[in-house]
């Protein structure tokens, strides 16, 4: 099967970074875009930033110029540098990869299970 498994997370004070990393095991024959969400108590998750097989890179207005984020094919990875961390940056962090499973042909999405993002003084 697959799993997706988060890392990173913590409590950081407004204007500190950290980093999440995401990396997709099991029998995995092909990854697309790799992204992060991330889901605040009482809000609908959204998305943080979305990278694509070829590198093409979005991101939500709300984090440009702060987030980074990168992947490494080799190591089915996802990363989000989170630079000038604000408290509104609060939230639960997942990544999602939507990829295709050795011996079949559907692209499905595959969710990590989250991990806890806080900035706070």
């Known amino acids: 099967q697959v799993q997706l498994v988060e890392s990173g997370g913590g409590l950081v004070q407004p204007g500190g970074s950290l980093r999440l990393s995401c990396a997709a095991s099991?029998?995995?024959?092909?990854?697309?875009?790799m992204a992060w969400y991330r889901q605040a108590p009482g809000k609908q998750r959204e998305l943080v930033a979305a990278?694509?097989?070829?590198?093409?890179?979005n991101y939500a207005d709300s984090v440009k110029g702060r987030f980074t984020i990168s992947r490494d094919n080799a190591k089915n990875t996802v990363y989000l540098q989170m630079n000038s961390l604000k408290p509104e940056d609060t939230a639960v962090y997942y990544c999602?990869?939507?990829?295709?499973?050795?011996?079949?042909?559907?692209?499905?999405?595959?969710w990590g299970q989250g991990t806890q993002v806080t900035v706070s003084s």
């Open positions: 099991g029998n995995i024959f092909s990854i697309n875009t």
């Open positions: 990278i694509s097989s070829g590198g093409s890179i």
């Open positions: 999602k990869s939507s990829l295709r499973k050795m011996w079949t042909m559907g692209w499905y999405d595959y």
